[in-house]
């Protein structure tokens, strides 16, 4: 049950790493480069060529059942949770079959406005303390419960 990291942009590599490493698991940090490699055995540093979505491929394509894989991006997240991975983003939530239909809509709906005003600025919100420690509770959750089966 390996742990996938979609690392381009993620803010809770170090706590991915500290939670795989309690419980042993194998941990692929996946980007298209500019990231320091861990020197802990159990974390193998992925570093695929540039190019819009290599890295998320990259996951898509290993990402299966038992599985955890943490990522901010919905349409891959989508695609894991129909492979049947669990899927958790920086935030502590998880995507599930229940919530990633009204993920990906909000997503679109999300890009169309910003399309559609284009000096509209900002829109996200920070990442807090709050997300950090509610995203280490999630993870450790998952992680357990991946290996119940």
Request: with cysteine; aromatic share 4%.
């Amino acid at each position: 049950m390996p742990l996938y990291v979609d690392a381009d942009a993620c803010p809770v590599k170090d706590e991915v790493e500290r939670v795989g490493t309690r419980h042993k698991q194998k941990i692929f940090i996946v980007s298209n480069g500019g990231l320091r490699p861990s020197r802990n055995p159990l974390v193998e540093t992925i570093i695929v060529p540039d190019g819009p979505d290599v890295a998320d491929m990259w996951i898509a394509e290993r990402a299966g059942p038992g599985d955890v894989v943490i990522t901010g991006d919905i349409p891959l997240a989508a695609k894991c949770v129909e492979a049947g991975a669990l899927v958790l983003k920086h935030n502590g939530e998880a995507l599930t079959q229940a919530n990633i239909g009204n993920a990906l809509a909000t997503r679109d709906l999300m890009s169309d406005l910003r399309s559609a005003d284009p000096f509209r600025q900002g829109g996200g919100k920070g990442f807090t303390k709050a997300d950090r420690s509610r995203f280490l509770d999630a993870l450790e959750r998952m992680v357990r419960q991946a290996a119940q089966g």
